[in-house]
């Protein structure tokens, strides 16, 4: 029988997931798919019968959903009720279960990229508290590594680090960033600051230590001014398409059996789809 998979959205049509999960089913010659649903907000409730129907094996959650999907789910796992967001429900036995594999999409990224980079990390610099720096707060909470987060509004970073911590965090503006900089050996941004190709106009790059990693989660385009700095410095830099594509991996093992692989083939197949 066909496993079937799904991303629900709304909309949807942006949605590259169904471009990496397609790309494995092929590879593996998977008797499955992997479709792109629009699921507005008043059809979430039908749309979960459906899948407690045993239409699907499961599938990925997008924007508006992935709160409303926690009152619907059957169980939701500790980490992504800790990141208050679900992207991911695996059906089974007439039960749905969500979780979050955004962590898991920022530590497989840097383990891929730069293999042993959490050891003997010293100081994550993050910065951004919003939606997105959850994921990443989180994944370097369970590397146990000490975090500073710096956001343009204070009273949210404070927010965020009361709710995830509050050992392990140093909470800051972004006028700090030049202060901390000499003690990170690890850079975030998880701001939209990149996007449109803004930067972070105040930073001084030169203030990181040679060898500090830097990393965004903004992916298009691929090359944040942050990333263009840090690399034009010789510092060491991962870009955040990667993110995208490792978090989804965790998802298809659960749906389809197999643990797939982030390829440079695959990276090249995403890459084509983005604006440059
Ligand atoms: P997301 O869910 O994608 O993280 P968000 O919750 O709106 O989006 O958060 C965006 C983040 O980018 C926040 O940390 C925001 O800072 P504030 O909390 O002060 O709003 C940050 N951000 C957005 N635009 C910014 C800008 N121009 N300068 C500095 N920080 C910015």
């Known amino acids: 029988m066909t496993t079937k998979a799904f991303v629900i959205g709304h909309p949807i049509a942006h949605s590259r997931s169904p471009l990496i999960h397609g790309t494995w089913l092929a590879e593996h010659g998977i008797d499955g798919t ?23 094996a499961g599938g990925n959650v997008t924007i ?31 039960k749905v279960h969500g979780t979050n ?24 610099l993050v910065l951004g508290a919003g939606g997105a720096a959850r994921a990443v707060l989180v994944a370097l909470q369970s590397r146990n590594i000490p975090i500073v987060l710096l956001n343009r509004t204070r009273e949210t970073a404070d927010r965020l ?34 996007m449109h190709g803004t930067r972070f106009d105040q930073f001084d790059i030169s203030l990181l230590r040679p060898g500090t990693l830097v990393t965004d989660i903004v992916y298009s385009p691929l090359e944040t001014p942050l990333l263009a700095d840090a690399r034009a410095r010789g510092l060491p830099t991962v870009d955040g398409l990667g993110m995208l594509l490792h978090q989804a991996v965790p998802g298809f093992a659960a749906w389809f059996g ?4 982030v390829t440079p083939d695959l990276r090249a197949r995403i890459e084509a789809t983005l604006d440059h």
């Open 64 to 94: 508006p959903h992935k709160q409303a999907v926690f009152a619907l789910c059957d169980s939701v796992d500790e980490l992504a009720r800790k990141i208050g967001a679900v992207n991911t429900l695996v059906a089974r036995d007439g």
């Open 161 to 194: 680090a009361s709710e995830l911590g509050p050992e392990g965090f140093t909470v800051g503006t972004l006028e700090n960033i030049n202060a901390s900089a000499p003690h990170a050996g690890l850079v975030v941004n998880t701001t939209s600051i990149g």
């Open 101 to 124: 594999t955004d962590y898991l999409g920022f530590l497989g990224n840097l383990d891929a990229k730069a293999p042993g980079w959490s050891d003997r990390l010293d100081c994550a």
């Open 34 to 56: 992997y479709e792109a649903i629009d699921v507005r907000p008043d059809a979430l409730e039908s749309f979960f019968e459906r899948l407690r129907g045993g239409e699907f």
């Open 258 to 261: 197999i643990q797939p692989v």
